[in-house]
C-alpha cells in the first residue's frame, strides 16, 4: 500500500472508518481475498459484501442510541458487516441483526454512509470522543442533523 499502511498504523491519533474502511481496520476478514491488507487496528473480524453486491445496495433507518435522536439513514452499498468483535470494542448499531457500527477507544468503524447523509451525529460522535466529551453533552445541537447545523 505504498507505505501508507505503515503510516496509518503508526499514526497517534483517532480513525474513522466506513464500509471499506471498515474492513480496512479490522483484525480478520472472514471471506478476504488472501494476501488482503488488513491494518489490524480493531479488534473486529469482518464480512466483506455482507448485505450482497452492488446491485443489492440499500438504505435502512439504523438505530445508534449513543448519538440520541431518531434513527439514522444508512446507505449501504457493497457493505460489511462485524462477525465478531473482541473486549475492547463497543457495538454502536446494528441492521438485520448484524452489527453494523463499533467503536473502541479512538476509532470508529461503520458499514454504512453517514458522509452520504444530512446527518452528522456519528461524525460529531467522533469528533467528541476526541474531545474527551460526549455527542449527548452539547445541547445546542442535540437532534440537530443538519449539514452545515452550527
Known amino acids: 500500500m505504498y507505505g501508507l499502511d505503515?503510516?496509518?498504523?503508526?499514526?497517534p491519533g483517532a480513525v474513522f472508518g466506513t464500509c471499506a474502511g471498515m474492513i480496512l481496520m479490522a483484525r480478520d476478514a472472514v471471506d478476504g481475498t488472501p494476501g488482503q491488507p488488513?491494518?489490524?487496528l480493531m479488534d473486529i473480524a469482518v464480512r466483506r459484501n455482507a448485505f450482497g453486491r452492488q446491485g443489492a445496495s440499500f438504505e435502512a433507518d439504523v438505530a445508534v442510541p449513543a448519538?440520541?435522536?431518531p434513527p439514522m439513514r444508512g446507505i449501504f452499498i457493497r457493505a460489511p458487516w462485524i462477525e465478531a468483535s473482541?473486549?475492547?470494542?463497543e457495538v454502536l448499531a446494528e441492521h438485520a441483526g448484524h452489527v453494523v457500527?463499533?467503536?473502541?477507544?479512538?476509532?470508529?468503524?461503520?458499514?454504512?454512509?453517514?458522509e452520504l447523509t444530512g446527518d452528522r451525529r456519528l461524525h460529531r460522535l467522533?469528533?467528541?470522543g476526541l474531545r474527551g466529551?460526549?455527542?449527548?453533552?452539547d445541547a445546542e445541537?442535540?437532534?440537530?442533523?443538519?449539514?452545515?447545523a452550527q
Open 86 to 89: 473482541g473486549p475492547s470494542v
Open 101 to 114: 457500527a463499533a467503536r473502541d477507544a479512538s476509532r470508529i468503524v461503520c458499514a454504512f454512509h453517514p
Open 67 to 69: 448519538v440520541g435522536g
Open 141 to 148: 445541537h442535540k437532534g440537530d442533523t443538519r449539514v452545515g
Open 38 to 40: 488488513l491494518l489490524g
Open 133 to 137: 466529551g460526549s455527542a449527548d453533552a
Open 6 to 11: 505503515d503510516a496509518i498504523r503508526e499514526f
Open 126 to 128: 467522533f469528533i467528541e
